[in-house]
């Protein structure tokens, strides 16, 4: 029915709400029936003589309602919220269903029958060991724990013996054990200016001072790495050199060899954060594989597998250094849990882990797709293998602003303030495609994005 427009003008509620309560009320009379079709939203948006941004964000609180379900090249169509049943039956029998945190970066999550099947499989098949997986363990360098962390490590092209292989309960902690490790109070960290905000937070935490260096098109420059450890008191060059988060920029071999052969003239250690590595398909070494001496790596299963396989990876440059992060990583928190441990190390070994990363990278690569013809008339950065993008603004936008009139879509954004270090603040988003959403339901919010992008704020006012 695409005939249908809402009459609004018996609401005192914001226009974009009033849209989704016009649905509901003519859902609920039989003027629209489940298998309907809507309007376009620019079709709606001149009728109503409304701005594009608010059809759209009254689209979205309908879907948020299970009122409306969009199709990829088709449009959207009235379902009926009795098809979110299985939501709240779930609910009832202590199933979780909470909301994804969107201000994280999120991997896109399975969503075939069989892949589900088989990680459920491997999941019960732990109850057979259980019990000794609830106490507290130390993991030796014969367990099979540090046998397939090195398999699933040499993906990326790094070399390490299980003995000199430990855990940590995410990356984020492993990070945050490290740095204790090696500075104190007041020492200074060196990152590029534009960095995973994670790391300013420990940092802020840990009273250290964090140096942003300026970048170019290949990553941090070496000059101004040089220029800062000749001043002095630098305890480390922190990188996230691959898929970098937010600037999706992968540091070229070269620019690696640069700022190894610096740091090493220096005696400046590498802490190297490798969450995205496994993602990439056109493999770089990991610094810690041209100098592992000098490095501290630290590779995450969150972003390749799942978020919430809080279970990171770190090889540190000798055995001084690693007993020094077993001791800060211990006061910290005790040890990773040994469920964590044991269901990735039975997803390593049987195929399960391989399976999901692939569908990661698969699916990653089809949204991508969906974002170069949709933002193909904007600046943004990306790369194939990866789930997030970092889109520069333009039109007057600014990131605050942005973000608030696209909250209500299915796709993660963080403002760029967040990520600066020094230098002007970037007037860009961070924006995560990846998360519990279906792949038709991103296609529907990068249409709403790149209409937003081409209206001006003060055309796209929330309330009217």
């Known amino acids: 029915m695409t005939s249908w427009y809402p009459d609004l003008s018996g609401s005192a509620a914001p226009r974009y709400i009033a849209i989704a309560d016009a649905i509901e009320a003519d859902l609920k009379s039989g003027r629209l029936a489940p298998g309907d079709k809507l309007p376009a939203q620019r079709q709606l948006a001149e009728r109503l003589d409304l701005d594009f941004t608010t059809v759209a964000r009254g689209y979205a ?35 979780r269903t909470a909301d994804a945190d969107f201000s994280m970066n999120l991997p896109p999550e399975p969503d075939t029958a069989a892949l589900r099947a088989r990680m459920q499989d491997s999941y019960r098949a732990l109850a057979a060991d259980l019990v000794p997986l609830l106490r507290y363990q130390s993991f030796s360098a014969t367990d099979p724990d540090r046998r397939m962390a090195q398999v699933w ?22 990070l945050g054990a490290v740095l204790t490790a090696i500075t104190d109070p007041g ?15 420990l940092c802020g935490q840990l009273r250290l001072e964090l140096t942003g260096l300026p970048m170019d098109r290949d990553g941090p420059a070496p000059d101004a790495f040089e220029t800062t450890c000749r001043e002095g008191g630098l305890k480390a060059l922190y990188l996230n050199p ?5 600037t999706t920029r992968t540091l070229p071999f070269q620019r690696r060899l640069d700022l190894i052969a610096i740091a090493r003239c220096h005696g400046v250690p590498i802490l190297e954060d490798d969450a995205y590595g496994q993602l990439c398909r056109d493999k770089v070494q990991p610094m810690a594989a041209i100098a592992p001496e000098l490095t501290w ?17 770190v090889v540190p440059p000798d055995q ?84 608030s009139q696209i909250r209500p879509q299915p796709v993660g954004l963080v403002e760029g303030d967040a990520f600066a270090v020094s230098g002007p603040v970037p007037n860009a988003v961070r924006l995560c495609l990846g998360g519990p959403h279906t792949r038709t339901q991103i296609d529907t919010a990068l249409s709403v994005l790149a209409g937003t992008l081409v209206t001006p704020p003060q055309s796209a006012a929330t309330y009217f």
């Open 320 to 403: 001084n250094a690693a007993w020094r992060f077993t001791r800060a990583l211990r006061t910290a928190s005790i040890m990773v849990s040994p469920l964590t441990v044991a269901l990735a190390t039975r997803w390593i070994g049987d195929g399960t882990a391989e399976a999901l990363l692939t569908h990661v990278r698969q699916e990653s690569s089809a949204r991508q797709a969906l974002a170069n013809r949709h933002l193909a008339d904007h600046k943004f950065a990306a790369d194939p293998n990866g789930f997030h993008l970092w889109l520069e603004l333009g039109n007057g936008w600014t990131p605050s602003a942005f973000t």
């Open 242 to 246: 691959t898929i970098n988060n937010p």
């Open 187 to 201: 020492d200074r960290i060196a990152c590029e200016a534009v960095t995973y905000p994670g790391i300013r937070s």
């Open 61 to 95: 609180e309908a879907r948020r309602r299970g009122l409306l379900a969009a199709r990829v090249g088709s449009g959207s169509f009235v379902t009926s919220p009795e098809s979110t049943a299985d939501t709240s039956a779930g609910e009832a029998h202590g199933r």
């Open 153 to 174: 490590l040499g993906k990326v092209g790094l070399s390490a013996q299980p003995d000199s292989i430990h855990f940590a309960p995410g990356a984020q902690a492993a």
């Open 297 to 313: 790596y630290v590779g995450s299963l969150s972003k390749s597998l799942g978020a919430g396989l809080r279970l990171a990876h």
